[in-house]
């Protein structure tokens, strides 16, 4: 087993080795083409995303800047949306459903290093996969460990840390994220804090 295939099954490996560092050669060629796209340029976004990564639905939007490891390790589901500054560290795979709505500064870390110094030393690091449901909304500046789950239709608040699952249908928030509460039907009629929708078109 070489060290991409010890990387993608989860197991302790070197990223150097074995043309991993190729790879991340290839992804950042991409990235850069993406990043410094002129604004009159920014009907391209789809058509790099769609190259860059593993799979997508057929409408993708990430604004730039965006970094990733790989790309191809990264899967989407249709409407997916992400705002300024997303960084996903692809080591494991990183599976995301449809309609999620990312905010600016997520960071999605499917990688870590062993807690053992010594350990740690020796140069191997590992990869633990991270998958959001569909209709996930991640508030900005969270950032989701390796490992994480995060069910359907669930909210995560904005500068939350995610190192456990998280339940579909809830509101979590915090370092380290929590449950704060579920999503009812009542809250279909409010946009923010109370305040109703004013128009007809909304549900």
């Known amino acids: 087993m070489n060290q991409m295939e010890r990387m993608l099954a989860g197991l302790p490996y070197k990223a150097w080795q074995d043309g991993l560092d190729r790879e991340r050669e290839a992804c950042k060629a991409v990235l850069y083409e ?5 604004p009159e340029e920014r009907q391209r976004i ?4 769609k190259r860059l990564l593993g799979s997508t639905g057929k409408t993708v939007w990430i604004e730039p800047p965006f970094i990733c490891d790989y790309g191809w390790n990264i899967h989407v589901g249709e409407n997916f ?18 309609n999620v ?14 807690i053992h ?5 020796s140069g191997y690091e590992y990869g633990a996969g991270v998958t959001l ?6 508030g900005g500046s969270a950032v989701i460990l390796a490992g994480v789950t995060v069910g359907d239709n669930a909210v995560i608040g904005a500068g939350s840390v995610v190192t456990r699952d998280i339940p579909a249908n ?12 579920e999503i009812t039907e009542e809250d279909r009629k409010y946009y923010f804090k109370g305040r109703e929708f004013d128009v007809p078109d909304y549900e």
């Open 117 to 121: 110094p010594a350990s740690r030393n």
């Open 81 to 98: 949306w992400a705002n300024y500054g997303l960084t996903v560290l692809d080591v494991g795979r990183v599976t995301v459903g449809d």
């Open 46 to 49: 789809p058509e790099i995303l």
């Open 101 to 114: 709505l990312i905010a600016p500064n997520v960071s999605i870390y499917a990688a870590g290093h062993p």
């Open 170 to 181: 809830v509101i979590a928030a915090g370092n380290p994220c929590r449950v704060i509460r």
């Open 133 to 138: 449901g569909n209709n996930v909304w991640v």
């Open 34 to 38: 993406l990043n410094h796209l002129r």
